[in-house]
């Protein structure tokens, strides 16, 4: 069956980095339904989408995060990843990875089947 395992979460203070990664199990990492996407969902808030990924394609990210973040993947070890530099307290959330992707907009969750148990990344001033 698929599964996806976040790691790489964790606290920094306001200004340091952060990777992330998501190692992903039982899909074919190279198929076009199978592009990634990283969400985070803070306390009280909504899942947002962060940055999504084809598999040899184009990248998008959400406005706050553009400049500080990159997602990237490495097709051959099934893995995707999240840079993040110039962290600020307002990424505090837990981040979460997801494939098989539905179509339609990248940011919307009901659009992604299958989900990690996500990672916290707690940033403070």
């Known amino acids: 069956q698929v599964q996806l395992v976040e790691s790489g979460g964790g606290s920094v203070q306001a200004g340091g980095s952060l990777r992330l990664s998501c190692a992903a199990s039982g899909i074919d990492f190279t198929t076009y339904s199978n592009s990634m996407v990283w969400f985070r969902q803070a306390p009280g808030k909504e899942r947002e989408g962060v940055a999504f990924i084809v598999p040899h394609g184009p990248t998008r990210y959400t406005e706050s995060v553009k400049g500080r973040f990159t997602i990237s993947r490495d097709n051959a070890k099934n893995t995707l990843y999240l840079q993040m530099n110039s962290l600020k307290p307002e990424d505090t959330a837990m981040y979460y990875c997801?494939?098989?992707w539905g179509g339609g907009s990248w940011d919307d969750w009901s659009r992604w089947t299958y989900w990690g148990p996500g990672t916290q990344v707690t940033v403070s001033s």
């Open positions: 997801a494939t098989r």
